[in-house]
């Protein structure tokens, strides 16, 4: 299969590279000049465990290639794949189709033989559609279909997850569209995943409403850690004991300091912009979206509360700023409200973290960057865990505790046995656990 990828974002591309490296054709296409120049070179701009071994790989093998010239591209194609990004609107809240809209029109005018036009930015419902009549009315002799194919990676883990996926979600609306859609997964079908097929809205619809449903589960387990905080319960054995439920799942269970990233607070204020435009508000997703906000300050106060209620003239070492570990993303990541909040506090911020200086040098002005977990920690009042990279998982705590001036942590990724830490010395604070 000859397959062409709009967008070398993220998304765009991982499901390059893979799709090349399930023997597929693969020409990534960028409207960025240097950015396109830095990939043929074999530079991966993103950090992703995994990429760029791939990626030489198959560029070596000459089954993944990269241009600005999209007409190219496109004319040799037997399917495209839109990939450029759909930020949040300023102001309203909704997905911005501005990027997906001026693909769809590039790719009309330059369609030749069959194709199929495949959607893989999460796009509102009804977005398809509009792809379809843009492509329809600027190239009326075209012979194409649209399809929907929305993508469920996790930053950090996306190569595995592209390739042992829990399922393949098609949304098209032809017999042939769907044989080019399944020859494209067909060597994930020896893996047993299983590709579901149906309409163009219904696809679109599940990728908002599985990323709403997953931030539903880690705002609800969240709240119950704050019950328990107050109750004497133990977070760790609550969810334990509702995750051996098959119904629920012990996944997405793990509570901290609020959801961020590059999706979920995306889609989750996007799908209650759908529903308010329907008239059919999604109430529940409307509050997870206010709760989780609320949460991420709420981690101030938790931390003023470790530190006496003042943070002025101490000194706080903050382990881990991105998101989530394994990624250098910054993007609603709890640590820009944490971090300029205690900035703003007096307290001097001493940042560790394996990737985060990249982006977050610039997001958090006023806060120096070390290497090391025990020299950051040096003369420190506290340690706030604010991202569970396995670096800060199996730190020596008598080591740490005697480094600082004060030995104590907020672990706010309950990495730590609330024991071990106590035992060594620390004054320990942790999610839903006393
Ligand atoms: C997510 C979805 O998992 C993926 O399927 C989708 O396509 C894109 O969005 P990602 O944003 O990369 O992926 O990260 P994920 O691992 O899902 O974590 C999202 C956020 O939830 C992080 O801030 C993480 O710290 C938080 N989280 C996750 C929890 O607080 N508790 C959990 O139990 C799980």
Redesign the pocket.
């Known amino acids: 299969m000859q397959i062409s990828m709009i967008g070398t974002g993220y998304v765009g591309l991982v499901s390059g590279v893979c799709f090349s490296d399930f023997g597929h054709d693969v020409t990534c296409v960028d409207n960025q000049p240097d950015k396109v120049e830095k990939l043929k070179r074999g530079e991966v701009p993103i950090y992703e465990p995994g990429l760029d071994e791939m990626m030489a790989r198959n560029m070596a093998a000459d089954r993944l290639a990269f241009t600005g010239d999209l007409g190219a591209a496109v004319a040799a194609s037997d399917a495209v794949f839109i990939a450029v990004g759909t930020p949040t609107r300023r102001g309203d809240g909704h997905a911005d189709l501005t990027y997906v809209y001026e693909a769809a029109r590039q790719i009309a005018a330059n369609l030749r033989g069959y194709t199929v036009v495949v959607t893989k930015s999460?796009v509102p419902v009804g977005t398809n559609q509009e792809v379809e009549r843009i492509i329809r009315e600027a190239a009326p002799e075209a012979d194409f279909d649209v399809a929907s194919n929305?993508?469920?990676?996790?930053?950090?883990?996306?190569i595995e997850?592209f390739m042992r996926p829990d399922r393949v979600v098609v949304g098209c609306t032809s017999d042939r569209a769907r044989d080019v859609m399944h020859n494209i997964y067909r060597p994930l079908s020896l893996r047993e995943a299983p590709i579901q097929f149906t309409d163009l809205e219904s696809a679109e619809l599940i990728?908002y409403a599985?990323?709403a449903f997953?931030?539903t589960?880690?705002t609800f387990?969240?709240e119950m850690a704050d019950l328990c905080e107050v109750t004497g319960a133990n977070i760790k054995d609550v969810a334990r004991g509702m995750g051996l439920d098959n119904r629920i799942g012990s996944?997405?269970?793990?509570?901290?300091?609020?959801?961020?990233?590059?999706?979920?607070p995306k889609?989750t204020s996007a799908l209650a912009r759908i529903g308010q435009d329907h008239a059919r508000p999604v109430q529940i997703v409307e509050t997870v979206i206010r709760v989780n906000d609320n949460r991420k300050r709420a981690m101030v106060d938790k931390i003023l509360d470790l530190c006496g209620g003042s943070v002025n003239g101490k000194r706080i070492a903050v382990f881990g700023v991105t998101?989530?570990p394994n990624?250098d993303?910054m993007r609603?990541?709890?640590s820009l409200v944490v971090v300029p909040a205690l900035v703003g506090g007096g307290a001097e911020v001493r940042i560790v973290d394996p990737q985060g200086q990249k982006e977050g040098a610039a997001l958090l002005p006023g806060a120096s960057w070390h290497e090391d977990a025990y020299e950051a920690a040096e003369g420190a009042d506290a340690v706030v865990i604010l991202?569970?990279w396995n670096a800060f998982r199996a730190l020596d705590l008598q080591r740490l505790g005697d480094a600082m001036a004060v030995p104590a942590m907020a672990d706010l990724?309950n990495i730590y046995a609330p024991d071990d830490a106590r035992g060594a010395g620390f004054t320990y604070i942790s999610i839903g656990r006393s």
């Open positions: 999460t929305p993508e469920f990676l996790r930053e950090g883990a996306a997850d990728k599985a990323n997953l931030a589960k880690i387990i969240n996944k997405f269970l793990h509570a901290g300091p609020g959801y961020g990233g590059s999706c979920f889609d998101f989530k990624t993303d609603d990541a709890p991202t569970e990724r």
